[in-house]
């Protein structure tokens, strides 16, 4: 019999109970208030995890309880949101996705792992990797964005990059890839709302990164707060059992999000909360986040019948293995060094930041700043605001450590006056402050205007109706634009801004998120020419909030969206187009695309494909471009979305230079969820298609077809 073998048959009910139970810290507060009296929970073996506390003198103090007060001894669990970085923070998720590199997405996971770790935490509430794909929804922030095929890129980087080669290794953390299940399709993007997709959907769009995620080895999994047509998924045994782990043979840990387990009473599919208790681990929970459901429901569960001790011990079998995976019963202080988490990456963190910027727009050629120039106004209120470029998820993060855009404008232009007012509050309509800062532009030569929203505008519970500039930010943005100078916007925001207004008339916008501790210095290395600008949208972006949903992988509609024809797919009053295209993103360079092929063109279901294309940058600068390669599949057993993305490739070319990009792309990955949802792949023609973003009108393409 094995150590946790023999660590189950010596335990007591409640101790078995209790290794279900993580119990909420106070470092941080990420969900509704949490239970008291975690000390004594340790020392009677009722909690066997924790999360929101990091700090390696915190969490030694609490595993001491744990190991020299509580009878069996057994370490704890310690699990913190280190979502995109730790103490060096990075260009949040969304952000983040716009630099199509799963490379550099797993060095950040690596970085905010050995940060972490360096913290005492062992395990992480990330990667999240919910298709989003309704910028009204706030957690679109903390999403690598619409797509399905970036979403799995993304869950695989993450997943390897938190947990390295060695999950017992002092830096490595388990990964929790959250929030399985088409969270980011609540209803109208409002937080927590009904999801009804069809099980088309969640199998094309909202599974793939999952799956994914647990093919890379992800330690645990977080079920989504949101009922899908009716059924939580904290309860969802077709989903967790089934799917999860029949289907993709998930043997690791599922834990609750925060309070699920006692808020299936509020979703009106448990009596009590025995009878919650019971449907979670019946449905395949086996922690219990913070609402001591478990604790309090599974004694009268068990008498009651409601389920049994084979699916408990099952349970406690999988938390004891992942501690026993983490090293955790070997060496229980092998994480947290004396001195702490340092800030390890500021370099990193700079060089992620400025790929993440998108300029969405250059009306006229104002960027980069010259090196001349002597006198700049930053106005607004994301100018100058350390706390907002952390973004909604910024667990250990300092503010005080954070570069603003101003700071970083005034040390990349060391002779240049820069002055700064914030105009107005984000979110306050207050427009007091306007005529002074309209001041300071009459006499510069150049505004940098910084508007956008508050961290707290997006992330969990950041749900927006509008996605226009909060506050009282329009008519200062207007005021400025009234002045004549030339403008810059920098948009800070977890999520697109419907802003037609703007971009007619800034003369550059760019998209600068919310991108960390080195958001100054990035943003400076960007609007000095520094950096030439090379982020791509990982969403499309609308014009309007009507549109929203909104994505490229449409389905045709048997009346194609047609310009000036009202029977259509498109609206009377808004174009059915997009502001900016998935994968807009320009540069000081421009590149074309030419001379595409695909060979051979007629393929039976095992061979591959070669892709080849052209590109030249037809500029004086040297720049990165960024090639998507989509599929397309016109005539099927089920109508097919307008394009899929298949692969994405990034080539870098000087002034005036040429290259090519090539891939190998598999038959096999032209297939799909068929009538019973089982991957199908059918005999036809297809399309291969590769741009620089999702515009239809842009791309070049080719046929291939698949012969029986
Ligand atoms: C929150 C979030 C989840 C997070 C958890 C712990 O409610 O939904 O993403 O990991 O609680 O903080």
Redesign the pocket.
């Known amino acids: 019999m094995g150590r946790i073998d023999r660590l189950l048959a010596d335990m007591s009910l409640g101790e078995k109970i209790g290794q279900l139970n993580m119990a909420a810290s106070y470092r941080?507060v990420?969900?509704p208030a949490a239970p008291d009296g975690l000390e004594e929970g340790v020392r009677s073996g009722r909690v066997g995890s924790v999360?929101?506390l990091w700090g390696s003198a915190e969490v030694h103090a609490l595993q001491r309880l744990a190991l020299e007060e509580s009878r069996l001894r057994i370490p704890l669990l310690v699990?913190?949101?280190a979502m995109h970085g730790h103490r060096t923070i990075f260009p949040i998720p969304l952000a983040e996705a716009c630099l199509f590199d799963p490379d550099t997405w797993r060095e950040t996971a690596r970085t905010t792992a050995a940060e972490a770790a360096a913290d005492g935490v062992n395990l992480t509430?990330?990667p999240?990797v919910d298709v989003a794909r309704d910028p009204r929804w706030g957690?679109i922030a903390?999403s690598p964005g619409e797509d399905p095929w970036v979403a799995s890129e993304f869950a695989v980087a993450k997943t390897r990059g938190f947990q390295g080669s060695d999950l017992r290794a002092a830096g490595s953390v388990a990964a929790?890839t959250?929030?399985l299940g088409a969270y980011g399709a609540v209803t109208a993007g409002r937080e927590y709302a009904s999801v009804d997709v069809s099980e088309r959907t969640l199998h094309e769009v909202h599974l793939p990164a999952f799956a994914a995620a647990v093919a890379a080895g992800t330690a645990a999994i977080?079920p989504a707060?949101v009922e899908i047509a009716g059924v939580p998924v904290t309860a969802n045994g077709a989903l967790l059992r089934d799917w999860l782990r029949g289907r993709c043979a998930f043997d690791g840990v599922v834990i609750s999000?925060?309070?699920a387990i006692a808020e299936l009473r509020a979703h009106g599919v448990a009596a009590d909360t025995a009878e919650a208790a019971a449907l979670a681990l019946r449905a395949g929970i086996d922690i219990d986040?913070?609402s001591e459901t478990y604790v309090r429901g599974l004694p009268a569960a068990l008498q009651r019948g409601l389920v049994g001790q084979a699916e408990l011990e099952a349970s406690v079998l999988r938390v004891l293995r992942l501690k026993e995976r983490l090293g955790l019963l070997d060496d229980p202080y092998g994480r947290g060094t004396a001195a702490g988490a340092a800030m390890t990456a500021r370099p990193l963190a700079r060089e992620v930041a400025r790929r993440a910027v998108v300029l969405l727009t250059q009306r006229r050629k104002v960027l980069p700043i010259s090196a001349d120039t002597r006198h700049i106004a930053v106005i607004g209120p994301l100018g100058s605001a350390p706390r907002e470029m952390l973004g909604p998820w910024a667990a250990a993060g300092r503010p005080e450590e954070t570069v603003t855009t101003l700071e970083g404008l005034r040390t990349a232009l060391p002779h240049c006056r820069i002055e700064f007012s914030p105009g107005v509050a984000t979110a306050a309509v207050d427009p007091h402050g306007i005529p002074a800062a309209i001041e300071l532009c009459r006499t510069a030569q150049l505004v940098v205007l910084c508007v956008g929203e508050d961290a707290s505008m997006s992330g969990?519970g950041g749900s927006r109706a509008e996605l226009g500039l909060p506050g009282c930010q329009r008519a200062l943005a207007e005021a400025v634009l009234d002045v004549g100078k030339p403008v810059i916007v920098l948009l800070s925001s977890g999520r697109p801004l419907a802003l037609p207004w703007l971009f007619e008339r800034a003369d550059a916008v760019l998209a600068t998120w919310f991108l960390g501790s080195e958001a100054g210095h990035a943003i400076a290395d960007v609007l000095t020419g520094e950096f030439n600008p090379s982020g791509r949208l990982p969403v499309t972006w609308p014009r309007h909030v009507g549109q929203a949903p909104i994505f490229y992988g449409q389905r045709p509609s048997g009346r194609p969206a047609k310009a000036g024809e009202r029977l259509s797919s498109t609206y009377l009053d808004v174009p059915a187009t997009p502001q900016f295209p998935f994968g807009h993103g320009l540069s000081s360079s421009s590149f074309t695309l030419c001379d595409l092929r695909c060979a051979p063109h007629v393929l039976r279901a095992t061979d591959s494909i070669e892709v080849s294309v052209g590109v030249r940058n037809d500029s004086a600068s040297g720049g990165e471009a960024t090639l998507f390669l989509f599929s397309s599949d016109p005539l099927a057993s089920i109508s097919r979305p307008l394009l899929e993305l298949k692969a994405v490739r990034r080539i870098a070319l000087a002034a005036g230079a040429r290259g090519s990009v090539g891939w190998h792309l598999p038959v096999a990955a032209l297939a799909f969820p068929g009538a019973q949802l089982a991957p199908v792949l059918e005999p036809g023609r297809f399309g291969i298609h590769v741009g620089q973003s999702a515009d239809r009108e842009q791309l070049l393409s080719c046929e291939i077809e698949l012969t029986a």
């Open positions: 941080a990420t969900g999360l929101n699990g913190l949101d509430f990330a999240m957690r903390e929790t959250k929030h977080m707060f999000d925060y309070n986040m913070a969990e």
